[in-house]
């Protein structure tokens, strides 16, 4: 089953969370701002699984402030493969 969700490329959360809270049916979901690179989760995600190697997109990823910490740990380790 893992196998299938990582292959998909929807391996998680789309959304980051800006305000903590409670979500419920009917809420509106907004997008706020994009990313100016337009590096994507679906990018990231296809990188990180199936595209290691890929050095440049590992630090185009690494550039983006909003990356969580433990991403920025996961992509770290591949850039330090790219060395």
Not at 4 to 15: I, L
Not at 35 to 53: E, L, Y
Request: proline share 2%.
């Amino acid at each position: 089953m893992i196998k299938r969700v990582v292959e998909s490329g929807r391996t998680g959360y789309y959304f980051r969370v800006l305000q903590e809270g409670v979500v419920k049916r009917g809420d509106a979901l907004v997008l706020r701002e994009k990313d100016p690179q337009n590096i994507t989760v679906s990018f990231a995600n296809g990188i990180f699984h199936h595209d290691k190697k890929n050095c440049e997109a590992i630090k185009r990823i690494l550039s983006l402030p909003s990356l969580s910490a433990s991403w920025r740990a996961s992509f770290l380790k591949l850039e330090d493969e790219c060395l």
